[in-house]
């Protein structure tokens, strides 16, 4: 099935005249969330305990759904997997809210491993193809070398990191996403003027 192109820009028009009308509120939520990515990089302990409980939450309820509707199909194909994987998630929901610490540490160990398993693979695929990429393969390097740099930083600064790091990594990511809602905020104004 193909959608014809006006289809598409009819949706372009319809979200491009959304954002027109609603520019305000962009900003609105664009301010809001550089101003909560600013606290979360003053005070990232705070941001990294708010977000292993948040995860914790989110587990618990996960799993509590998760039991109930395995429990009310008993006798459905995969009962027992379905209820240990319930069992897991109340498991996990519970360690995170009951040990936030203990849980922001293990949610550190997890980025660890995605940096410098990332950083690994951008290096290898960066070389592996620098003829094809000609000369932007060395920001393809860089990229992969501050990686594995990052993940070895948090790793050696164990468990003094896990105390900051998830929450300044949020923050900066707050900072981000908020600056980018105000710019486009502020660019849907100027057009409709």
Do not use: C, K
Not at 63 to 76: K, S
Not at 121 to 144: C, F, K, Q, T
Not at 155 to 174: F, Q, R
Request: hydrophobic residues 60%.
């Amino acid at each position: 099935m193909s959608a014809n192109p006006s289809d598409f820009e009819q949706l372009e028009q319809a979200v491009t005249a959304s954002i027109r009308d609603h520019w305000r509120l962009f900003l609105i939520e664009g301010v809001v969330l550089i101003l909560l990515g600013a606290a979360a990089i003053l005070v990232p302990s705070v941001a990294t305990l708010a977000v292993a409980l948040f995860i914790g939450w989110l587990f618990l309820l996960s799993g509590i759904v998760g039991l109930v509707t395995t429990i009310m199909m008993r006798r459905g194909p995969g009962f027992v997997w379905s209820l240990l994987s319930a069992v897991i998630a109340l498991l996990a929901g519970v360690i995170l809210i009951g040990w936030p610490v203990s849980g922001a540490v293990s949610l550190t160990l997890v980025l660890i491993v995605f940096f410098l398993l990332e950083g690994g693979a951008s290096v290898m695929y960066a070389l592996d193809h620098r003829r094809a990429l000609s000369g932007r393969w060395g920001w393809m390097v860089a990229s992969g070398v501050v990686d594995l740099l990052l993940g070895l930083f948090l790793l050696v600064g164990l468990p003094m990191t896990a105390a900051w790091a998830i929450g300044l990594i949020v923050g900066i990511n707050l900072i981000f996403g908020g600056t980018s809602l105000v710019a486009m905020a502020l660019h849907a104004r100027d057009a409709t003027g």
